[in-house]
């Protein structure tokens, strides 16, 4: 894996404007993704994860939602581009796996079809190179019978061939980013697994960078080399994956680490539940985000937002009392 950064985020915030009300969905996100390298997005459900993913391929609809920062892959700005460099951007050096392709295709056209439009978009091929192109793109992905598979529609695959034909689709033609959605959430536990090693010999095999979304702690083991912990639209806890299962730093990261069914659990059991909700993104509080849920919280935490301070190579964390927190044994295995 090389070490230079490929995807550079910084100060990224996006705001939606309905009915008259801003929702601030992301709030001040940066973060380096180097060049053959898979960064997990996780956090519970409306941390901004998906938002985010999509603002780096300016999918929100304009009319809506504003988006400032800056977004950099490769040499590409992405926040300045234009409708047709947009156009080139995504599926060519950019390309995004959703979380049910059975909405992310044409239902109209063939998995066939589909695969081949975009080649002969993007990598200017005859039909027929295009042809021979889709078909060895879904032999990747080890779709069985792929001559057949090439002239199926979406629906009548099952929910685990879809998702495969969805990575042969976002693969087809060679971007150095992949953008994965929440990919293996509507799958069973046996597809998952297939679907995570799938994703993971590809992104070896084409040395790509993945940002891969998630809210499951489990799925991001398996296949991330560093972890970025959001949590009300803003990255508390940023880390290699040995060091957010072995040091994490934020209580926010402990009780979602803690809240993953433990070795030993019995049917029956129950599980760790973090308490309380995520807070509004209309009216997000003056301090840290998490201070309402926060076992560890005191009054400064809910007065001012705790700045990003540097805990080692690579490892940032938000948080007022990380340092304290860290020195105390008795809250360390809290939630292990």
């Not at 938002?51 to 504003?66: E, F, I, N």
């Not at 926040?79 to 156009?87: D, G, I």
């Not at 060519?92 to 239902?107: G, N, V």
């Amino acid at each position: 894996m090389s070490h230079e950064a490929y995807v550079h985020v910084r100060d990224l915030q996006v705001e939606f404007r309905r009915d008259g009300q801003t929702i601030n969905a992301v709030n001040g996100v940066s973060f380096d993704v180097r060049k053959g390298e898979v960064m997990a997005l996780i956090g519970e459900s409306g941390s901004g994860k998906s938002v985010t993913l999509r603002a780096l391929m300016r999918l929100h609809p304009p009319k809506s939602s504003v988006l400032s920062g800056t977004i950099t892959v490769g040499d590409d700005a992405v926040l300045n581009m234009n409708s047709q460099q947009l156009r080139h951007f995504r599926g060519k050096t950019c390309a995004m796996i959703f979380q049910e392709p059975l909405l992310a295709f044409d239902p109209v056209y063939t998995v066939g079809q589909q695969i081949i439009e975009g080649l002969r978009r993007h990598e200017g091929l005859s039909r027929s190179d295009a042809k021979a192109r889709a078909l060895e793109a879904l032999r990747q992905v080890r779709i069985p019978s792929p001559e057949r598979r090439l002239d199926a529609y979406p629906h009548e695959m099952s929910g685990g061939m879809r998702q495969r034909a969805m990575i042969a689709l976002a693969l087809s033609c060679n971007p150095r980013l992949l953008l994965a959605d929440e990919p293996t959430t509507a799958l069973d536990a046996t597809v998952q697994i297939q679907i995570l090693i799938l994703l993971r010999e590809q992104q070896k095999l084409r040395d790509l960078s993945i940002i891969f979304v998630t809210h499951d702690m489990g799925a991001a083991v398996e296949i991330a080399d560093r972890v970025a912990v959001m949590y009300a639209g803003r990255i508390v806890e940023e880390a290699p994956m040995a060091d957010i299962l072995s040091r994490p730093r934020h209580p926010y990261t402990r009780v979602l680490l803690g809240s993953r069914p433990k070795e030993g659990l019995k049917k029956g059991d129950a599980l760790y539940c973090i308490p309380g909700s995520p807070p509004d993104l209309a009216s997000l509080p003056p301090g840290c985000a998490f201070a309402a849920r926060c076992p560890h919280a005191q009054a400064s935490c809910t007065q001012m937002q705790p700045a990003t301070e540097q805990v080692a190579d690579r490892h940032v964390v938000s948080c007022h009392r990380w340092r304290e927190l860290a020195a105390d044994t008795t809250t360390q295995q809290a939630y292990a």
